[in-house]
């Protein structure tokens, strides 16, 4: 059973930065590919980013390409998500997630573990 718990939530003016975390309790976490969703009040959860198990390969949701960047630290048991360059639309419940599969880390149906969540609000 692999625990996540994200920090880094809060509120922000547009155009500024936050840095998510989420720490993982598992050992194998370096074999585990890692996700970032959202959700805003009202809409469904949808992808963010992305990150294989060696950090080789990343995806984003066209949404946030150029602004947020997904990064990992195995050592740590640790996944980042550095978003700069915030919207009001950013406005969420970030989740994080983490599966074995790659594949399966990019659809929110059917990833193993997630997170409780953290709040991001950026104001105008």
């Known amino acids: 059973q692999v625990q996540l718990v994200e920090s880094g939530g809060g509120l922000v003016q547009a155009g500024g930065s936050l840095r998510l975390s989420c720490a993982a309790s598992?050992?194998?976490?370096?074999?585990?590919?890692m996700g970032w969703y959202r959700q805003a009040p009202g809409k469904e959860r949808e992808f963010v980013a992305a990150?294989?198990?060696?950090?080789?390969?990343?995806y984003y949701a066209d949404s946030v390409k150029g602004r947020f960047t997904v990064s990992r630290d195995n050592a740590k048991n640790t996944v980042y998500l550095q978003m700069n360059s915030l919207k009001p639309e950013d406005t969420a419940v970030y989740y994080c997630?983490?599966?074995?599969?790659?594949?399966?880390?990019?659809?929110?149906?059917?990833?193993?573990?997630w997170g409780k969540g953290t709040l991001v609000t950026v104001s105008s």
């Open positions: 990150i294989s198990w060696s950090g080789a390969n990343t």
């Open positions: 598992e050992r194998t976490f370096s074999t585990y590919s």
């Open positions: 997630a983490a599966d074995p599969s790659i594949p399966t880390i990019l659809n929110p149906f059917g990833i193993r573990y």
